[in-house]
Nanobody, 116 residues
Framework: QVQLVESGGGLVQPGGSLTLSCAAS????????MGWYRQAPGKQRELVAT???????LYVDSVKGRFAISRDNAKNTVYLQMNSLKPEDTGVYYC??????????WGQGTQVTVSS
């Protein structure tokens, strides 16, 4: 089994910052393949940042230069530093990896709301 627990979300004003954390436990396929996904209201879940095995982390264009993904392998924890937040960054953020997604498992996510 695997368990993913996301935290760190909240209400922040436009231009503000948040750092999300994802604590992973149990059978972890590959923490180095983890990524952050978000689901905005009324929209499909999308991948916003992910580690890759062959290059630097990848980011969706809308967050490039503002978000940074990092990890602490010893703690099995993945982070997402989010700066210069915009209202369109609002959504529920999840961490996951392709292998874990293939099992159908998602954590509870953490809500990020960017609003004045």
């Amino acid at each position: 089994q695997v368990q993913l627990v996301e935290s760190g979300g909240g209400l922040v004003q436009p231009g503000g910052s948040l750092t999300l954390s994802c604590a992973a436990s149990g059978r972890i396929f590959n923490i180095n393949a983890m990524g952050w996904y978000r689901q905005a209201p009324g929209k499909q879940r999308e991948l916003v940042a992910t580690f890759t095995s062959v290059s630097s982390p990848l980011y969706v264009d809308s967050v490039k230069g503002r978000f940074a993904i990092s990890r602490d392998n010893a703690k099995n924890t993945v982070y997402l530093q989010m700066n210069s937040l915009k209202p369109e960054d609002t959504g529920v953020y999840y961490c996951n990896s392709p292998r874990i997604i293939s099992t159908g498992y998602w954590g509870q996510g953490t809500q990020v709301t960017v609003s004045s």
